[in-house]
């Protein structure tokens, strides 16, 4: 959990999946997140070799991140916790109404 835990990586994860990114694109692809909390996450998945951060020395000076064989290997449990998900959200919506009504 240490690795995977945080609410974004999993999402980091699978869009470094489809290729190459930059840190500002990743901040426009998650709006909801503050720029920060990305960054931060990025930091935390370099460190445990999930993603592979490189720089480039032109003008301007950029970085992208990557995704590691090891960060490919997690794929397939993301998709499955993805699964689980959509599969156990309408009886979650349903614990949430009557929990709604409960309070009212």
Same mark, same amino acid.
């Given at each position: 959990m240490e690795v995977m835990g945080g609410k974004w990586k999993s999402c980091i994860i699978q869009e470094l999946s489809l290729g190459a990114k930059r840190p500002s694109e990743l901040h426009r692809l998650f709006e909801e997140a503050s720029p920060r909390v990305i960054n931060q996450q990025l930091k935390e998945l370099e460190m445990h070799g999930i993603v592979k951060k490189k720089i480039f020395s032109e003008l301007p000076p950029h970085s992208?991140? +990557? !995704?590691?064989?090891?960060?490919? +290997?997690?794929?397939? !449990?993301?998709?499955?916790?993805?699964?689980?998900?959509?599969?156990?959200?309408?009886t979650m919506k349903k614990l949430l109404d009557m929990e709604d009504e409960i309070q009212s």
């Open positions: 992208e991140y +990557s !995704i590691t064989e090891t960060g490919k +290997s997690l794929l397939p !449990i993301i998709e499955q916790l993805e699964e689980w998900g959509d599969h156990f959200r309408p």
